[in-house]
């Protein structure tokens, strides 16, 4: 079946600017995760939702970050006013809550900001 | 909240080699320790887990062994092939709680010569 997706799958801002980076979760996943991994790092720990709400969202490096999930399935990060060390590849996972902690990551976004 | 280190951070091997990576945990909480392959442009691919209730786990040329005691955990892979070749990342985290977001190593750049 289809996988976790991401969109865009490269975007170039400028400093300064609002960008908005979409998942798609495996169907009838509840819980959804975002991770930010740098060159040559491992992923890190954002934010979570079980459902619609945010049941974690510790990570968020700052106010400048957000993310909905507002039907329990598409979920959107949201930046503002980005800076460039917001660069990185930002990877979103989905998981079958209850059943197993097995996260299945997507793609990713490559975010560059000039 | 946890720490996870990775070592080592390249290593390179001859096709039909066996190859070992090792992973520290500093949570005695922690209970569920997933390995991750990533490969070039793409999100990172659970290759084996292990919960800290079995010491070991093996899946054909794949196996994680489990020390609890120690916090340690490693990654065995044998009779390597040139497909092998990635970075792969251990991760730990909290079964059972309300929150299963996973702590990552900085990577294992896994090079296997044909």
């Known amino acids: 079946g289809a996988g976790v997706s991401q969109t865009p799958s490269n975007k170039v801002t400028e400093k300064g600017k609002y960008v908005e980076l979409r998942c798609d979760p495996i169907?009838?996943?509840?819980?959804l995760y975002w991770y930010r991994q740098s060159l040559g790092q491992g992923p890190e720990f954002l934010i979570y939702?079980?459902?619609?709400?945010?049941?974690?969202d510790s990570g968020l490096p700052n106010d400048r970050f957000f993310a909905v999930r507002p039907e329990g399935s598409v979920s959107t990060l949201k930046i503002q006013r980005t800076e460039r060390g917001d660069s990185a590849v930002y990877l979103c996972?989905?998981?079958?809550?209850?059943?197993?902690?097995?996260?299945?990551f997507g793609p990713g976004t490559r975010l560059t900001v000039l | 909240g946890e720490n996870v280190e990775q070592h080592p951070s390249t290593l390179s091997v001859q096709e039909g080699d066996s190859a070992v990576i090792k992973c520290t945990y500093s949570?005695?909480?922690?209970?569920?320790f997933p390995w991750y392959k990533q490969e070039l442009g793409k999100g990172p691919q659970l290759i084996i887990d292990?919960?800290?209730?079995?010491g070991e786990k093996k899946d054909q040329r794949i196996a994680v062994t489990l020390n609890k005691t120690a916090k340690h955990f490693s990654l065995h892979i044998t009779e390597t092939q040139p497909e092998d070749s990635a970075v792969y990342f251990c991760?730990?985290?909290?079964?059972?709680?309300?929150?299963?977001?996973?702590?990552f190593g900085k990577g294992t750049l896994l090079t296997v010569n044909p």
């Open positions: 996972a989905s998981s079958a809550f209850g059943v197993s902690n097995e996260q299945f």
């Open positions: 169907s009838g996943h509840t819980a």
């Open positions: 939702f079980q459902g619609t709400g945010a049941a974690d």
């Open positions: 949570d005695s909480a922690s209970n569920y």
């Open positions: 292990i919960r800290s209730n079995v």
């Open positions: 991760a730990a985290s909290l079964s059972g709680g309300s929150n299963y977001k996973l702590t």
